[in-house]
């Protein structure tokens, strides 16, 4: 399984960013695709989620009605709009993925976490 994530910068506070992230290698149509990040002295964050079965989505509470997660047609790229970024949005950003059951549902709790892609650096300027 491989990912391939891009599409950090730099932005000034308000502005807007998308991140995307591309999977191979499943055997079959049963995975999650999640963003975590990362900030400076912090812990790491589950941001988003979606399940290429279900097509359920979920965004944590601190970004949501801000960011919005998408797929493409074929559920193997998602992307993550970023709109009225703040500075405490700043943070190296990891797409993250893993095999699901068939009756998985994105949530906080059942964030995927096996195979991490390289992270890439988002920093709002104030």
């Known amino acids: 399984v491989q990912l391939q994530a891009s599409g950090g910068g730099l932005v000034q506070t308000g502005g807007s960013l998308r991140l995307s992230c591309s999977v191979s290698g499943f055997d079959d149509d049963d995975y999650a695709i999640a963003w975590f990040r990362q900030a400076p002295g912090k812990e790491y964050e589950g941001i988003s989620c979606f399940s290429s079965r279900s097509g359920s989505t979920w965004l944590t509470d601190s970004v949501r009605g801000r960011f919005t997660i998408t797929s493409n047609s074929a559920k193997n790229t998602v992307y993550l709009q970023m709109n009225g970024l703040r500075p405490e949005d700043t943070a190296l950003y990891y797409c993250?993925?893993?095999?699901?059951?068939?009756?998985?549902?994105?949530?906080?709790?059942?964030?995927?976490?096996?195979?991490w892609g390289q992270g890439t650096q988002v920093t709002v300027s104030s």
């Open positions: 993250v993925t893993e095999e699901v059951p068939e009756t998985y549902f994105c949530s906080e709790r059942t964030l995927p976490g096996d195979r």
